[in-house]
């Protein structure tokens, strides 16, 4: 099963497009290769052959088509595994996590992210292992621990269990408040801006004890929704 990826890789090399994969290089600044295809093209792909492929099949394929390091690849296995109700999810858990290291740009880690998210809505006792990406040397993989836990900021009327884990990711977000580089500076932002939309009061809170920490663009992107 190891060389499943190959067929699903020249479906997507049927479709490349040299002219748009010289921008795409340019716009991303990521030394891999780039076939120019739209993101479009590939969920349309996707799409298809998750129907046709057991969940087994579908990480083998995951696994194979992330390796090549080819950015539409790369983008075609983050959304096969892309699916709130997998059962049983463990494999493609372990795939997941087996990338976050080696993030190293935000448009592939972001669609990784909503993968990931699903498998912490589905077993939030993941994120005993997302907090051990906050202190990652990789700036990438540090924010990703916010982009994946997105889900807890747009609860609006959380159980227990829910504020529990957003207090604990709100925890994450006041070390990151004082990290000035922009992407987590970013980061920090747009989790309290999304849960600004549900729990204002939290994000006033959070403001009043952190936000000097933090740059000023991001202050204000955080408190964009805020009265």
Request: with cysteine; glycine share 2%.
């Amino acid at each position: 099963m190891s060389d499943i990826h190959y067929l699903f890789l020249e479906q997507l090399r049927e479709l490349r497009n040299p002219e748009r994969a010289l921008g795409m290089a340019s716009y991303h600044k990521i030394k891999r290769e780039y076939l120019g295809l739209t993101n479009p093209q590939v969920t349309d792909l996707t799409t298809a052959w998750r129907q046709e492929l057991t969940i087994d099949k579908r990480v083998a394929v995951a696994r194979g088509l992330w390796q090549t390091d080819i950015y539409e690849a790369r983008l075609a296995a983050t959304k096969l595994l892309t699916q709130a109700r997998i059962q049983p999810d463990d494999a493609v858990w372990q795939l997941l996590q087996s990338w976050v290291p080696g993030f190293d740009s935000w448009a592939l880690a972001d669609h990784a992210c909503a993968a990931i998210q699903k498998r912490l809505i589905a077993d939030p006792t993941r994120l005993d292992a997302v907090e051990a990406w906050t202190t990652s040397d990789n700036l990438w993989t540090r924010r990703a621990a916010l982009v994946a836990t997105l889900p807890w900021t747009k609860q609006n009327n959380p159980k227990p269990e829910e504020l529990e884990c957003r207090d604990r990711i709100l925890g994450w977000v006041a070390t990151y408040a004082t990290d000035q580089k922009w992407f987590i500076q970013k980061s920090v932002a747009w989790w309290l801006r999304d849960l600004s939309k549900h729990d204002p009061q939290r994000v006033h809170d959070f403001l009043a004890e952190h936000g000097d920490h933090m740059k000023n663009f991001a202050r204000k992107e955080a408190s964009k929704y805020l009265k």
